[in-house]
């Protein structure tokens, strides 16, 4: 594997993370009620117990996407 070959596959796996975050922020923004509907049913939760999960849900995706993947893209790009 050579330095070019994983900057570019860092910098892909980087897109497709911030795009699937961008993707469920707008679903869990936009059709809320839909959503939590569904999750209640499946679940059993409670509706304040659901917006705790989601939001601790997208807030460690989103480390968890730029630890393993906008980071790596970045020092390989300085390298």
């Given at each position: 594997m050579t330095i070019d070959f994983l900057t570019t596959f860092f910098g892909w796996i980087a897109v497709i993370n911030i795009a699937y975050l961008a993707l469920a922020t707008l679903v869990?923004?936009?059709?809320?009620?839909?959503?939590?509907?569904?999750?209640?049913?499946?679940?059993?939760?409670?509706?304040?117990?659901?917006?705790?999960?989601?939001?601790?849900?997208?807030?460690?995706?989103?480390?968890?996407?730029?630890?393993?993947?906008v980071v790596p893209y970045i020092a390989l790009r300085l390298a």
């Open positions: 869990l923004t936009l059709m809320r009620g839909w959503v939590t509907n569904m999750h209640t049913r499946i679940f059993g939760l409670d509706g304040s117990e659901l917006k705790l999960a989601y939001f601790n849900w997208v807030g460690q995706y989103k480390i968890m996407a730029l630890i393993f993947s």
